[in-house]
């Protein structure tokens, strides 16, 4: 029968922790696991359904009025649609059309516009499904001393 021995302590154990410390992942008796940061259990037999991946998406949508703010923007830096239009080699028809509405306005454009006239056309919305929410973080056990200080607390134990 093999034999489990501690990475950390030396001790055999009749079972094994994979634990993370300080950055590596060893393979520790239950005493020494809890001074490390607990990984995933090792598979058992029975799998557990897999754990949907944490989605987070992020879209880019223009603001609903954009051509407004657009305008606004506009004539209140240059004036009128032309001189803007000379300014930054745009076309006038194009951009009446957008800030009539009869174009939709390409994220990319947006995005050059935006630049341009220092304004915001595009917001971001971000779907996090609601799942990491309810624990906080502050609660996980950091060991506080090093690997080398807990070897020799071991090394004085025995
Ligand atoms: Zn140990």
New binding site residues.
């Given amino acids: 029968m093999d034999e489990l021995i501690?990475e950390?302590?030396g001790?055999k154990t009749p079972k094994l922790y994979s634990v993370i410390i300080e950055g590596s992942e060893m393979q520790?008796?239950k005493?020494?696991a809890s001074l490390g940061k607990k990984k995933q259990p090792l598979p058992t037999k029975k799998s557990h359904k897999l754990r949907k991946q944490i989605s987070e998406e992020s879209e880019e949508e223009l603001i609903e009025d954009y051509p407004t703010i657009l305008k606004n923007a506009i004539l209140e830096k240059y004036g009128d649609l032309q001189k803007f239009c000379r300014s930054h080699n745009l076309k006038e028809s194009w951009l009446k059309k957008v800030i009539d509405g009869h174009i939709p306005l390409t994220l990319e454009e947006a995005k050059k516009l935006e630049k341009i006239l220092k304004i915001k056309l595009i917001i971001k919305q971000t779907y996090t499904l609601p799942e990491e929410n309810s624990k906080p973080e502050n609660t996980s056990k950091k060991p506080a001393f090093t690997l080398g200080d807990l070897l020799k607390e071991k090394l004085n134990l025995r």
């Fill in positions: 501690c950390v302590c001790n520790v008796c005493e020494c």
